[in-house]
């Protein structure tokens, strides 16, 4: 897989002279149990010195999956909704929180319980909605139950979604969803990340969010795993930082 990574490397070194702040972080939803697929990402996180944060639906997940987060320092879990079940009316885009339902504010409790079962301190308390949809008016509830933070999509617009409950979002997702699920062409995801730099560079977004990369490790073709290592050594070699979602930023970058 032949990508040109120029682009990238420009930008970043022009974030770098103009002292833009270059946190960077790494997100991967639906793990539930185990897998061969979860020994990859593990490793892949190990050989590139950066954390992944899996995002691990409550319910079904079990002991298997507790197993492998303990004995590996590399994988910080997240609470991931309760079943990723779809409550969307019909005709709207998928979401398991996409608008207020009697029983979700319980499925909230639970899932946060259920995951400081099986992970202990291990468990990081952000909460990632399913399919990335989650009703404003959940964001109370979630800081009231004790969640720290919230991880949804696309560039944040503010810095925290509630009092007491930090946004750190997900900016590039190398999956082609709605095109065989196979990887999106390299130059469209290399000219995604120089804009989403140059934005905050230029002020447009919050440049002390961290940028985060969204992946899938139970679906990932080859391309995909490829280009995902690749595309975080790039920016790590690029003057990236790791990053998390609940690590506090410096009153400069606060401003």
Known sequence: MQTDWTPLRQELARCRAAGVPLPVWWRDDDAV??????????????????????????????QTLAAAVSAHSCLVPLVHGWQHINHSCEGQKKAEFGRVRASAAGELDAGLKRL?????????????PPWNRLD???CNDL???????????LPRVSRCAAPGLMQVNTHIDPISWHGGRGLVLPETLVKLTVQTLTDRRAGKTDPAEPLGLLTHHL????????????????MLDGGAEPSSPLQQESPDEQA
């Open 33 to 62: 149990t185990h897998t061969p697929a979860l020994d990859r990402l593990c490793g892949l996180s190990e050989d590139l010195g950066l954390a992944v944060h899996i995002a691990v639906i409550p319910e079904p997940a079990d």
């Open 116 to 128: 400081k079962h099986l992970f202990g301190s291990r468990l990081l308390p952000v909460f990632v």
């Open 136 to 138: 404003p008016g959940f």
């Open 143 to 153: 800081a009231h139950l004790g969640y720290a933070g919230v991880s949804t999509f």
């Open 219 to 234: 679906v990932h073709d080859e391309e995909v795993w490829q280009f995902s290592g690749r595309w975080v050594r790039e």
